[in-house]
C-alpha cells in the first residue's frame, strides 16, 4: 500500500541522491532498473563520469537480499549522446517481505531526479511454448495477479503529487519503444544469431516459490507468455507518475505445463529409484538455472538497451 508519506520520503532521498552527484548526472533522463543476473547492464555507461552509491549508504532506501543481485545505484552516461543514466542495480521484492511502497520507492525516486523513462529488466519462466531458454521477451502488457486480488502498489490515499487516482494501464508499454526495440535488434544484427526477440504478456506473481504445473496451465490459459515476481509494481507506479515504460524479460527457465504424471502409471511404476529422480528433475525451476540463462544472454540485452537508448535522447 502506498504509505501518506512516501511522497515526502522520495524527496528526502532525492535530494540526497544529487547531493552526491557532479552537475552532469543530476539530472537522468533514463532509469535502468536491473533484474536478476542482469547487473551487466551497468557496464554499458562510460567510464567517466559515473558515481555508484550503495543502497545501504542511502536514507529511506530498500536493501535488496536476493543471491545475484548487488545493490547498488549508479550513475553514468550512455550512448553516443551521453544521455543521464541512472541503473538500479538489485530490487527490493515483494516476496522478501517488503510491502509494495518499499518494492515500488526507487522508481519514485527515479521520478523526481528527473527520470523520463524507465526501462525495467527481469529473469523470468517462459509460459509460450515457441520461446526458448534464453529468448528475450519485450513486454507489451501484464497481467498482475497479485493486484487483482488487493495486493497492489496504488492501493490506499492517492499520492496526487505522483499522479491520478485512477490511472489508465492499456496504454502501459510505450509502443514507440517496442517499435524502437526491434529496430535496434535487427540493427545489431540480433535477428541472426541464437536467441529469438518475443513480444508478450508478463503475469506476476507474489513467489518465492516457482509455480506449480497448474497454476502454469492457468497463466499460459489467462493469456500470459512469462511468469516473474517483479516488475509490474515498478511498472505501476512509474506509468502512475508519468513516465514511459519500456520492460524486458530474459527467459531463464521453461515451465512445465504437462500435467505431473500419474503414481500408477505402468511406466512410472516401471521406474528404478534414479530414473523416477531423473524424470522429476525435468523442467524444474531453480534459482542456479535462473542465473546462468542470465550470463549467457546479458551481452545481447546490454548491446539492445544501448542500441535502443543511443538515439532516444538527440539533443
Ligand atoms: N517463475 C517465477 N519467477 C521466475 C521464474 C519462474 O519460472 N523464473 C525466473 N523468475
Known amino acids: 500500500m502506498a504509505a ?5 520520503r522520495a524527496t528526502e532521498t532525492a535530494q540526497y541522491v544529487r547531493s552526491q552527484l557532479p ?7 533514463v532509469a535502468i532498473v536491473c533484474g536478476s543476473g542482469l547487473g551487466g547492464l551497468a557496464d554499458t555507461i562510460e567510464p567517466e563520469p559515473k558515481v555508484e552509491l550503495s ?9 535488496a537480499t536476493v543471491l545475484g543481485h548487488a545493490s547498488k545505484f549508479v550513475f553514468g552516461q550512455i550512448g553516443e549522446h551521453k544521455t543521464p543514466v541512472a541503473l538500479l542495480v538489485g530490487r527490493a ?19 523526481l531526479l528527473g527520470v523520463e523513462t524507465i526501462v525495467v529488466t527481469n529473469a523470468a519462466g517462459g509460459l509460450n511454448q515457441t520461446y526458448s531458454v534464453g529468448d528475450i521477451v519485450c513486454l507489451n502488457d501484464h497481467l498482475n495477479i497479485a493486484g487483482l486480488v488487493g495486493v497492489h502498489p496504488l492501493r490506499g490515499p ?10 489508465p494501464l492499456s496504454d502501459a508499454y ?9 529496430k535496434a535488434w535487427a540493427k545489431l544484427g540480433l535477428d541472426q544469431g541464437k536467441r529469438k526477440l518475443h513480444e508478450g504478456v508478463y503475469a506476476f506473481v507474489g513467489g518465492p516459490t516457482y509455480e506449480t504445473r497448474a497454476e502454469c496451465r492457468m497463466l499460459s490459459m489467462l493469456g500470459a507468455d512469462v511468469v516473474g515476481m517483479s516488475t509490474v509494481p515498478e511498472i505501476i ?5 508519468g513516465m514511459r515504460v519500456l520492460a524486458f524479460s530474459l527467459v531463464t527457465n521453461s515451465a512445465v505445463l504437462e500435467a505431473g504424471s500419474w503414481g500408477n502409471d505402468p511406466e512410472i511404476q516401471a521406474m528404478s529409484r534414479s530414473e523416477l529422480a531423473d524424470h522429476l528433475n525435468k523442467g524444474k525451476a531453480n534459482h542456479e538455472e535462473v ?9 545481447d540485452m546490454q548491446a539492445l538497451v544501448k542500441q535502443i537508448l543511443s538515439d532516444l535522447y538527440e539533443d
Open 23 to 29: 552537475e552532469a548526472l543530476q539530472h537522468p533522463k
Open 174 to 182: 510505450d509502443l514507440d519503444l517496442r517499435r524502437r526495440t526491434h
Open 93 to 111: 521484492h515483494f516476496y522478501e517481505g517488503h510491502d509494495m511502497d518499499v518494492v515500488t520507492f526507487a522508481a519514485r525516486v527515479c521520478k
Open 4 to 8: 501518506p508519506n512516501a511522497y515526502i
Open 237 to 241: 507506479v512509474a506509468r502512475h507518475a
Open 158 to 167: 492517492n499520492l496526487d503529487d505522483f499522479g491520478t487516482r485512477f490511472p
Open 55 to 63: 543502497y545501504a549508504t542511502i536514507p529511506n532506501f530498500p536493501q
Open 291 to 299: 542465473l546462468e540463462a542470465g550470463r549467457e544472454a546479458a551481452k
